[in-house]
Protein backbone atom coordinates (compact mmCIF):
# COMPACT_ATOMS: atom_id res chain seq x y z
CA UNK A 1 0.00 0.00 0.00
CA UNK A 2 1.19 4.03 -0.60
CA UNK A 3 1.82 5.67 2.54
CA UNK A 4 -0.11 8.68 2.97
CA UNK A 5 2.18 11.15 1.67
CA UNK A 6 0.07 13.85 -0.38
CA UNK A 7 -1.91 16.65 1.28
CA UNK A 8 -5.39 15.88 2.55
CA UNK A 9 -7.36 16.45 -0.81
CA UNK A 10 -5.63 14.89 -0.36
CA UNK A 11 -6.02 11.47 -2.98
CA UNK A 12 -4.28 12.41 -5.90
CA UNK A 13 -6.98 11.16 -8.95
CA UNK A 14 -3.50 10.12 -11.17
CA UNK A 15 -1.91 7.62 -8.36
CA UNK A 16 -2.73 3.99 -8.54
CA UNK A 17 -5.74 2.20 -6.26
CA UNK A 18 -4.94 -0.17 -3.52
CA UNK A 19 -6.79 -2.71 -2.81
CA UNK A 20 -7.66 -2.55 0.83
CA UNK A 21 -9.79 -6.30 0.69
CA UNK A 22 -6.31 -8.33 1.17
CA UNK A 23 -5.48 -7.41 4.29
CA UNK A 24 -7.72 -6.08 7.10
CA UNK A 25 -5.30 -5.13 9.52
CA UNK A 26 -3.09 -3.12 7.27
CA UNK A 27 -5.70 -1.53 5.76
CA UNK A 28 -6.80 -0.10 9.85
CA UNK A 29 -3.73 1.13 9.77
CA UNK A 30 -3.57 2.67 6.73
CA UNK A 31 -7.13 4.75 7.09
CA UNK A 32 -5.87 5.49 10.27
CA UNK A 33 -2.90 6.83 9.36
CA UNK A 34 -4.94 8.79 6.60
CA UNK A 35 -7.06 10.60 9.43
CA UNK A 36 -4.51 11.26 11.75
CA UNK A 37 -2.91 13.17 8.20
CA UNK A 38 -5.70 14.59 7.32
CA UNK A 39 -6.84 16.14 10.83
CA UNK A 40 -3.46 17.30 10.88
CA UNK A 41 -3.04 18.89 7.28
CA UNK A 42 -6.49 19.84 5.85
CA UNK A 43 -6.45 24.19 6.59
CA UNK A 44 -10.22 23.97 7.72
CA UNK A 45 -8.97 22.62 10.92
CA UNK A 46 -8.92 26.10 11.89
CA UNK A 47 -11.02 28.98 13.52
CA UNK A 48 -11.37 31.68 11.29
CA UNK A 49 -11.33 34.43 14.07
CA UNK A 50 -8.42 35.64 16.00
CA UNK A 51 -4.97 33.67 15.60
CA UNK A 52 -7.01 30.72 13.64
CA UNK A 53 -6.08 28.64 16.12
CA UNK A 54 -6.27 24.68 15.29
CA UNK A 55 -9.58 23.35 16.26
CA UNK A 56 -9.41 19.75 16.30
CA UNK A 57 -6.09 18.04 17.91
CA UNK A 58 -5.17 14.20 17.11
CA UNK A 59 -8.17 11.95 16.78
CA UNK A 60 -8.75 8.64 18.81
CA UNK A 61 -10.08 6.45 15.53
CA UNK A 62 -12.52 2.87 16.50
CA UNK A 63 -13.99 0.13 14.77
CA UNK A 64 -17.07 -1.76 15.03
CA UNK A 65 -18.18 -4.74 12.96
CA UNK A 66 -21.22 -3.73 11.33
CA UNK A 67 -23.03 -6.96 12.71
CA UNK A 68 -22.54 -6.52 16.44
CA UNK A 69 -25.46 -7.16 18.04
CA UNK A 70 -25.46 -3.63 20.08
CA UNK A 71 -26.23 -2.36 16.97
CA UNK A 72 -29.66 -3.68 17.34
CA UNK A 73 -30.18 -3.14 20.56
CA UNK A 74 -29.72 0.43 19.88
CA UNK A 75 -33.36 0.40 18.34
CA UNK A 76 -35.06 -0.40 21.56
CA UNK A 77 -37.14 2.39 23.25
CA UNK A 78 -34.98 4.16 26.05
CA UNK A 79 -31.90 3.61 24.45
CA UNK A 80 -31.85 5.28 21.12
CA UNK A 81 -35.09 4.10 19.67
CA UNK A 82 -36.76 2.31 17.19
CA UNK A 83 -35.63 4.89 14.36
CA UNK A 84 -32.49 4.09 14.73
CA UNK A 85 -31.19 2.50 11.83
CA UNK A 86 -28.52 -0.09 11.68
CA UNK A 87 -25.44 0.21 9.63
CA UNK A 88 -26.87 -2.25 7.14
CA UNK A 89 -29.62 -0.25 6.62
CA UNK A 90 -27.04 2.44 5.83
CA UNK A 91 -25.25 0.67 3.17
CA UNK A 92 -25.81 -2.90 1.77
CA UNK A 93 -22.87 -5.40 2.66
CA UNK A 94 -21.95 -3.27 5.23
CA UNK A 95 -19.15 -4.71 6.93
CA UNK A 96 -17.42 -1.95 9.93
CA UNK A 97 -18.63 0.90 11.02
CA UNK A 98 -15.23 3.23 11.42
CA UNK A 99 -15.81 6.18 14.44
CA UNK A 100 -13.67 8.58 15.44
CA UNK A 101 -13.72 11.35 18.54
CA UNK A 102 -11.86 14.71 17.56
CA UNK A 103 -10.59 16.34 20.89
CA UNK A 104 -10.81 20.14 21.33
CA UNK A 105 -7.58 21.39 20.88
CA UNK A 106 -6.42 22.75 24.38
CA UNK A 107 -6.02 26.13 23.61
CA UNK A 108 -9.71 25.71 22.85
CA UNK A 109 -10.74 24.19 25.63
CA UNK A 110 -9.15 26.08 27.99
CA UNK A 111 -10.48 29.55 26.61
CA UNK A 112 -13.76 28.38 27.94
CA UNK A 113 -14.68 30.41 31.14
CA UNK A 114 -14.40 28.85 34.60
CA UNK A 115 -17.13 30.21 36.05
CA UNK A 116 -19.25 32.71 33.21
CA UNK A 117 -22.84 30.73 32.42
CA UNK A 118 -21.43 31.47 28.34
CA UNK A 119 -18.75 29.72 26.14
CA UNK A 120 -15.91 31.55 24.68
CA UNK A 121 -16.19 32.68 21.31
CA UNK A 122 -13.03 30.19 20.27
CA UNK A 123 -15.43 27.20 21.99
CA UNK A 124 -18.92 28.34 20.30
CA UNK A 125 -16.44 28.95 16.72
CA UNK A 126 -14.93 25.53 17.17
CA UNK A 127 -18.21 24.38 17.61
CA UNK A 128 -19.48 25.35 14.49
CA UNK A 129 -16.15 25.59 11.92
CA UNK A 130 -15.30 22.10 13.78
CA UNK A 131 -18.29 20.55 12.59
CA UNK A 132 -17.75 21.89 9.59
CA UNK A 133 -14.98 19.97 9.44
CA UNK A 134 -16.28 16.79 10.39
CA UNK A 135 -18.12 16.97 7.39
CA UNK A 136 -14.82 17.32 5.69
CA UNK A 137 -13.56 14.51 7.42
CA UNK A 138 -16.37 11.98 6.53
CA UNK A 139 -16.00 12.75 2.84
CA UNK A 140 -12.47 12.33 2.79
CA UNK A 141 -12.58 9.25 4.60
CA UNK A 142 -15.62 8.29 1.61
CA UNK A 143 -13.16 9.41 -0.98
CA UNK A 144 -10.39 7.24 0.80
CA UNK A 145 -12.37 4.29 1.12
CA UNK A 146 -13.77 4.36 -2.64
CA UNK A 147 -9.77 4.87 -3.61
CA UNK A 148 -9.22 1.70 -2.13
CA UNK A 149 -11.98 -0.50 -3.41
CA UNK A 150 -14.32 0.06 -1.27
CA UNK A 151 -17.63 2.31 -0.35
CA UNK A 152 -18.83 4.36 2.27
CA UNK A 153 -21.94 6.36 4.07
CA UNK A 154 -22.00 8.77 6.48
CA UNK A 155 -25.17 8.42 7.66
CA UNK A 156 -25.11 12.18 9.59
CA UNK A 157 -24.16 13.60 6.19
CA UNK A 158 -27.12 11.77 3.93
CA UNK A 159 -30.18 13.56 2.29
CA UNK A 160 -32.41 11.62 4.43
CA UNK A 161 -30.98 11.88 7.69
CA UNK A 162 -32.65 13.58 10.73
CA UNK A 163 -33.27 13.42 14.06
CA UNK A 164 -37.28 13.27 15.02
CA UNK A 165 -38.16 14.73 18.48
CA UNK A 166 -34.39 13.97 19.34
CA UNK A 167 -34.23 10.49 18.46
CA UNK A 168 -31.72 10.37 15.59
CA UNK A 169 -31.63 8.06 12.47
CA UNK A 170 -28.34 7.84 13.60
CA UNK A 171 -26.21 7.96 17.11
CA UNK A 172 -23.06 8.86 16.25
CA UNK A 173 -22.21 8.53 19.87
CA UNK A 174 -23.27 4.87 20.55
CA UNK A 175 -21.44 3.90 17.24
CA UNK A 176 -18.48 5.54 19.05
CA UNK A 177 -19.36 3.50 22.10
CA UNK A 178 -19.49 0.16 20.29
CA UNK A 179 -16.44 0.90 18.19
CA UNK A 180 -14.86 1.02 21.62
CA UNK A 181 -14.20 4.67 22.18
CA UNK A 182 -15.40 5.18 25.36
CA UNK A 183 -18.48 5.31 27.70
CA UNK A 184 -20.81 7.60 28.62
CA UNK A 185 -21.50 10.11 31.17
CA UNK A 186 -24.13 11.48 32.99
CA UNK A 187 -23.94 14.64 30.77
CA UNK A 188 -24.44 12.96 28.05
CA UNK A 189 -20.88 12.75 26.23
CA UNK A 190 -18.87 9.99 25.52
CA UNK A 191 -15.68 9.65 27.64
CA UNK A 192 -13.11 8.77 25.97
CA UNK A 193 -9.20 8.10 26.57
CA UNK A 194 -9.07 12.03 25.49
CA UNK A 195 -11.96 12.79 27.51
CA UNK A 196 -14.95 13.73 26.53
CA UNK A 197 -15.01 17.32 25.20
CA UNK A 198 -14.72 17.25 21.19
CA UNK A 199 -17.14 16.02 18.77
CA UNK A 200 -17.57 12.49 17.02
CA UNK A 201 -18.07 11.37 13.70
CA UNK A 202 -18.02 8.35 11.64
CA UNK A 203 -18.40 6.27 8.32
CA UNK A 204 -19.87 2.77 7.36
CA UNK A 205 -17.93 0.72 5.05
CA UNK A 206 -18.29 -2.54 3.30
CA UNK A 207 -14.63 -2.83 3.47
CA UNK A 208 -13.70 -5.82 6.74
CA UNK A 209 -12.08 -4.23 9.20
CA UNK A 210 -10.56 -5.41 12.75
CA UNK A 211 -13.28 -3.92 15.27
CA UNK A 212 -11.68 -2.56 18.43
CA UNK A 213 -12.11 -4.17 21.43
CA UNK A 214 -14.49 -2.57 23.78
CA UNK A 215 -12.34 -2.23 27.15
CA UNK A 216 -15.79 -1.95 28.91
CA UNK A 217 -18.84 -3.35 30.12
CA UNK A 218 -21.15 -0.41 30.89
CA UNK A 219 -23.25 1.99 29.45
CA UNK A 220 -21.65 4.27 32.31
CA UNK A 221 -17.91 2.88 33.22
CA UNK A 222 -15.74 6.23 32.70
CA UNK A 223 -18.26 8.30 34.91
CA UNK A 224 -18.08 8.06 38.63
CA UNK A 225 -21.47 8.94 39.46
CA UNK A 226 -22.73 8.78 42.00
CA UNK A 227 -20.37 7.35 43.49
CA UNK A 228 -17.81 9.72 43.49
CA UNK A 229 -17.98 12.83 40.97
CA UNK A 230 -20.87 15.08 40.12
CA UNK A 231 -19.29 17.68 38.92
CA UNK A 232 -21.20 18.08 35.99
CA UNK A 233 -24.44 18.65 37.80
CA UNK A 234 -23.53 22.48 39.52
CA UNK A 235 -21.84 23.14 36.46
CA UNK A 236 -24.59 23.32 34.31
CA UNK A 237 -26.26 26.29 33.51
CA UNK A 238 -29.44 24.80 32.50
CA UNK A 239 -30.13 22.75 35.36
CA UNK A 240 -30.04 20.14 32.61
CA UNK A 241 -28.09 17.14 34.48
CA UNK A 242 -29.28 15.27 37.22
CA UNK A 243 -31.14 12.28 38.99
CA UNK A 244 -34.42 13.66 38.51
CA UNK A 245 -34.41 13.25 34.52
CA UNK A 246 -34.59 9.56 35.10
CA UNK A 247 -32.26 7.15 33.58
CA UNK A 248 -30.68 9.28 30.79
CA UNK A 249 -29.89 11.74 33.72
CA UNK A 250 -30.78 14.99 31.35
CA UNK A 251 -33.50 16.95 30.19
CA UNK A 252 -32.33 17.48 26.44
CA UNK A 253 -34.69 20.14 26.13
CA UNK A 254 -33.34 22.28 28.92
CA UNK A 255 -29.81 21.65 27.08
CA UNK A 256 -30.72 22.60 23.56
CA UNK A 257 -32.78 25.47 24.67
CA UNK A 258 -29.62 27.07 26.84
CA UNK A 259 -27.42 26.15 23.42
CA UNK A 260 -29.88 28.11 21.15
CA UNK A 261 -31.43 30.31 22.81
CA UNK A 262 -29.53 31.63 25.35
CA UNK A 263 -25.62 31.17 23.97
CA UNK A 264 -27.42 31.55 20.27
CA UNK A 265 -28.69 34.88 21.20
CA UNK A 266 -25.84 35.93 22.61
CA UNK A 267 -23.29 34.93 19.87
CA UNK A 268 -25.99 36.06 17.54
CA UNK A 269 -23.95 38.71 15.46
CA UNK A 270 -21.08 35.74 15.24
CA UNK A 271 -23.55 33.44 14.05
CA UNK A 272 -22.75 31.22 16.67
CA UNK A 273 -24.06 29.11 19.66
CA UNK A 274 -24.40 26.11 21.58
CA UNK A 275 -22.46 25.27 25.08
CA UNK A 276 -20.21 23.03 26.34
CA UNK A 277 -19.86 23.70 30.10
CA UNK A 278 -20.84 19.82 30.53
CA UNK A 279 -17.39 19.12 28.38
CA UNK A 280 -14.99 21.61 30.40
CA UNK A 281 -13.37 22.10 33.44
CA UNK A 282 -14.12 18.97 34.55
CA UNK A 283 -12.55 15.78 35.64
CA UNK A 284 -13.60 13.75 32.39
CA UNK A 285 -12.85 16.99 29.91
CA UNK A 286 -9.57 15.29 28.58
CA UNK A 287 -9.32 11.98 30.08
CA UNK A 288 -10.81 9.25 31.88
CA UNK A 289 -11.23 10.25 35.34
CA UNK A 290 -9.06 8.64 38.03
CA UNK A 291 -12.15 7.96 40.16
CA UNK A 292 -13.90 5.69 37.46
CA UNK A 293 -14.10 2.14 37.53
CA UNK A 294 -11.34 0.03 37.64
CA UNK A 295 -11.98 -1.76 34.49
CA UNK A 296 -12.08 1.56 33.25
CA UNK A 297 -8.37 2.00 33.49
CA UNK A 298 -6.82 0.44 30.34
CA UNK A 299 -3.11 0.90 29.55
CA UNK A 300 -4.09 3.84 27.26
CA UNK A 301 -6.22 5.19 30.11
CA UNK A 302 -3.81 4.94 33.25
CA UNK A 303 -1.05 6.56 31.33
CA UNK A 304 -3.14 9.33 30.21
CA UNK A 305 -4.35 9.58 34.11
CA UNK A 306 -0.95 9.08 35.65
CA UNK A 307 -0.40 12.52 34.26
CA UNK A 308 -0.46 15.08 36.38
CA UNK A 309 -3.99 16.90 36.37
CA UNK A 310 -4.13 20.52 35.26
CA UNK A 311 -4.62 22.86 38.58
CA UNK A 312 -8.20 23.66 37.65
CA UNK A 313 -9.57 20.30 38.55
CA UNK A 314 -9.46 21.23 42.42
CA UNK A 315 -11.06 24.46 42.02
CA UNK A 316 -14.07 23.08 39.71
CA UNK B 1 -39.79 17.48 30.48
CA UNK B 2 -39.47 20.57 28.89
CA UNK B 3 -40.47 21.21 25.32
CA UNK B 4 -38.62 23.27 22.62
CA UNK B 5 -40.03 25.72 20.60
CA UNK B 6 -39.06 25.31 17.06
CA UNK B 7 -37.66 28.77 14.95
CA UNK B 8 -37.90 28.81 11.40
CA UNK B 9 -34.65 28.05 8.78
CA UNK B 10 -33.54 29.95 5.78
CA UNK B 11 -33.34 27.52 2.88
CA UNK B 12 -31.12 28.87 0.22
CA UNK B 13 -30.49 27.29 -2.54
CA UNK B 14 -26.83 26.77 -4.17
CA UNK B 15 -26.38 29.72 -6.60
CA UNK B 16 -25.79 27.29 -9.83
CA UNK B 17 -24.71 30.36 -12.34
CA UNK B 18 -21.59 30.95 -9.84
CA UNK B 19 -20.37 27.83 -9.62
CA UNK B 20 -20.83 27.26 -13.26
CA UNK B 21 -18.85 30.56 -13.73
CA UNK B 22 -16.11 29.18 -11.01
CA UNK B 23 -15.72 26.15 -12.19
CA UNK B 24 -15.50 27.00 -15.76
CA UNK B 25 -12.59 29.83 -14.76
CA UNK B 26 -10.85 27.30 -13.29
CA UNK B 27 -10.77 25.02 -16.43
CA UNK B 28 -9.70 28.08 -18.52
CA UNK B 29 -6.67 28.76 -16.63
CA UNK B 30 -5.60 24.62 -16.05
CA UNK B 31 -6.12 24.18 -19.92
CA UNK B 32 -4.47 27.35 -21.11
CA UNK B 33 -1.33 26.02 -23.21
CA UNK B 34 -0.81 22.46 -21.02
CA UNK B 35 -3.06 21.17 -18.99
CA UNK B 36 -1.98 21.56 -15.68
CA UNK B 37 -4.51 20.75 -12.70
CA UNK B 38 -3.77 23.10 -9.18
CA UNK B 39 -4.65 21.37 -6.38
CA UNK B 40 -3.82 24.56 -4.47
CA UNK B 41 -7.72 26.27 -6.02
CA UNK B 42 -10.99 25.63 -3.81
CA UNK B 43 -14.42 26.28 -4.79
CA UNK B 44 -15.36 29.05 -2.20
CA UNK B 45 -19.27 29.20 -0.98
CA UNK B 46 -21.06 32.38 0.84
CA UNK B 47 -22.87 31.92 3.57
CA UNK B 48 -25.28 34.52 3.20
CA UNK B 49 -26.42 34.00 -0.31
CA UNK B 50 -24.89 30.60 -1.42
CA UNK B 51 -22.90 32.01 -4.06
CA UNK B 52 -19.53 31.02 -5.59
CA UNK B 53 -16.15 32.17 -6.62
CA UNK B 54 -12.78 30.43 -7.25
CA UNK B 55 -9.86 31.49 -5.46
CA UNK B 56 -6.50 30.11 -3.87
CA UNK B 57 -6.15 27.80 -0.44
CA UNK B 58 -6.40 29.49 2.67
CA UNK B 59 -7.31 29.24 6.30
CA UNK B 60 -10.87 29.68 6.63
CA UNK B 61 -12.58 32.63 6.21
CA UNK B 62 -15.66 33.60 8.47
CA UNK B 63 -19.41 33.29 6.71
CA UNK B 64 -18.04 30.54 4.12
CA UNK B 65 -16.87 26.98 3.31
CA UNK B 66 -14.56 25.98 0.43
CA UNK B 67 -14.20 22.51 -0.96
CA UNK B 68 -11.06 21.21 -3.40
CA UNK B 69 -11.35 21.54 -7.18
CA UNK B 70 -9.01 18.72 -7.65
CA UNK B 71 -9.61 15.44 -5.84
CA UNK B 72 -12.48 16.87 -3.39
CA UNK B 73 -15.20 17.97 -6.16
CA UNK B 74 -13.61 16.02 -9.15
CA UNK B 75 -12.21 12.76 -8.15
CA UNK B 76 -11.51 11.14 -11.53
CA UNK B 77 -8.12 11.75 -13.16
CA UNK B 78 -8.34 14.22 -15.69
CA UNK B 79 -11.32 15.29 -15.03
CA UNK B 80 -10.74 19.23 -15.55
CA UNK B 81 -8.94 18.72 -18.90
CA UNK B 82 -10.93 20.08 -22.01
CA UNK B 83 -11.96 17.54 -24.91
CA UNK B 84 -11.15 18.85 -28.64
CA UNK B 85 -13.61 21.90 -29.33
CA UNK B 86 -15.31 21.69 -25.69
CA UNK B 87 -15.29 25.08 -24.24
CA UNK B 88 -14.83 26.00 -20.39
CA UNK B 89 -18.44 26.71 -19.43
CA UNK B 90 -19.66 23.24 -21.38
CA UNK B 91 -17.31 21.02 -19.61
CA UNK B 92 -18.15 23.09 -16.20
CA UNK B 93 -21.86 22.47 -17.02
CA UNK B 94 -21.04 18.88 -17.64
CA UNK B 95 -19.20 18.12 -14.82
CA UNK B 96 -21.77 19.90 -12.31
CA UNK B 97 -24.10 17.76 -13.75
CA UNK B 98 -22.51 14.71 -12.17
CA UNK B 99 -22.03 16.75 -8.58
CA UNK B 100 -24.57 18.59 -8.36
CA UNK B 101 -26.97 16.86 -6.22
CA UNK B 102 -24.10 15.71 -3.60
CA UNK B 103 -22.85 19.41 -3.30
CA UNK B 104 -25.96 20.46 -2.44
CA UNK B 105 -26.30 17.70 0.40
CA UNK B 106 -22.74 19.36 1.38
CA UNK B 107 -23.37 22.71 1.51
CA UNK B 108 -26.71 22.11 3.11
CA UNK B 109 -25.19 20.27 5.79
CA UNK B 110 -22.17 22.69 6.06
CA UNK B 111 -24.04 25.70 6.61
CA UNK B 112 -26.93 23.57 8.78
CA UNK B 113 -27.30 25.22 12.34
CA UNK B 114 -27.89 22.00 13.95
CA UNK B 115 -26.41 18.47 13.74
CA UNK B 116 -30.01 17.24 13.64
CA UNK B 117 -30.55 16.67 9.41
CA UNK B 118 -29.68 19.21 6.72
CA UNK B 119 -32.98 21.10 7.06
CA UNK B 120 -33.59 20.69 11.01
CA UNK B 121 -35.00 23.74 13.13
Known amino acids: MNTVAEHAYLLDPSAPADDMRQDPGQAATHLAAFIRQFVEEDPRNALPEGERLRIWGSPLLGIAAADDPLFTKLKTPGVVGPLHRSPGEWLSGAQSVISWFLPYNKAVRASYPKKSPLPSLAWVSGRRNGEVFNNVLRRAVIRFLEKHGGQGVAPSNEAHYQAIGMIPLWSERHAAFIAGLGSFGIHGALITALGCAGRIGSVITNLVLPPTPRPYREIYEYCPYPDRCGACIPRCPAQAIGAQFGANWRDNARCVIQGRDVVGEFFKDWGYHSCGHCLTWLPCADRIPRASSPRAQTPEAKTRAEEPEPAFLSTV | ?121
Request: net charge negative; glycine share 4%; aromatic share 10%.
Open chain 2, 1 to 121: MTTIAESPVPRIPLDYPSVRDAVADYLLQVNHGVYQPDRKKVLSVRKTDRTAWLRDVSPPVRGEVFYFIEGELFSEKDATRLQNGETPQERAEKLLDGIWPQLQIWIAYDFARSTSGMNAP
